[in-house]
């Protein structure tokens, strides 16, 4: 879900009460002209004129972070890249390294995407792997989603743990970064070189190198998958009937 989404909701929302007492013939032209029109002008005008300068500071500021570590620090370089696509999902941050590194691959260097592609696998694949092996620390509906997380995660969808990361965000989303980060230094001190921009654990097959190489990537992401995995597992509490509302209460409102 983009912020552009959560922003249209809650502003649809509004609307909703604002307009409580509309004529109800007039229903469906609220909803498919009235509603529509107003809320993308309010977003395109809030994304334009609010949010698109100090956005585009703030990626500047972050893409010349990356570029003054350089790629001569390999480990560190990858540690970076690799807990930035955890920090906000799929996010501004996530993109910026996702961004460095496919610049990377048209200078003709592949580590990057390396190590982007891990860093931005582990977060779902460990909310997936940890909603398995500590299940009662999660809700049944968190365990259902969790496991669609295997295959979007592996598919490089970082954004799909978003539910579950959300309903624990000081928990869920720091073990992720850590994972990430692990991930992301593995790879880059294994030298693992990806010239593909996109495909998760579906392209390492295309992965520059021998069998080895392609083998080291697997254990890079398996490492910082397991070890983000554990952290939100020891660090979340046995689910029960009270701190379940507790949770709802706190993360939905």
Do not use: W
Request: contains cysteine; hydrophobic residues 50%; glycine residues 10%.
């Amino acid at each position: 879900m983009t912020k552009q989404g959560l922003l249209s909701g809650y502003l649809v929302r509004l609307l909703n009460k604002i307009f409580s007492g509309f004529p109800e013939k007039l229903e469906s032209l609220k909803r498919l002209l009235i509603f529509p029109i107003i809320s993308v002008a309010i977003v395109g005008f809030i994304m334009l004129v609010v949010v698109s300068k100090p956005i585009g500071v703030f990626n500047s500021g972050l893409t010349n972070f990356i570029n003054s570590i350089g790629t001569s620090n390999l480990i560190l370089t990858g540690c970076v890249l690799g807990g930035m696509m955890a920090i906000d999902l799929g996010g501004p941050i996530n993109k910026v390294a996702y961004t460095f590194a496919v610049a990377a691959i048209s200078e003709g260097n592949f580590y990057p995407m390396a190590a982007v592609m891990a860093g931005g696998v582990v977060p779902p694949l460990a909310v997936a792997l940890s909603t398995t092996l500590f299940k009662k620390k999660f809700t049944k509906e968190q365990r259902e989603q969790g496991k669609t997380c295997y295959l979007l995660g592996a598919s490089f969808i970082t954004a799909s743990c978003i539910p579950v990361a959300f309903s624990d965000p000081f928990r869920i989303i720091p073990a992720g970064i850590i994972g990430s980060a692990v991930s992301g230094a593995l790879t880059m001190s294994f030298k693992i070189a990806l010239p593909a921009p996109h495909g998760g654990l579906f392209a390492t097959p295309i992965i520059d190198g021998n069998i080895i190489d392609k083998l080291l990537f697997i254990l890079a992401i398996f490492i910082g998958v397991l070890i983000a995995a554990i952290i939100m597992g020891v660090l979340r509490k046995p689910m029960n009937e009270v701190n379940i509302d507790e949770y709802k209460k706190v993360y939905t409102g």
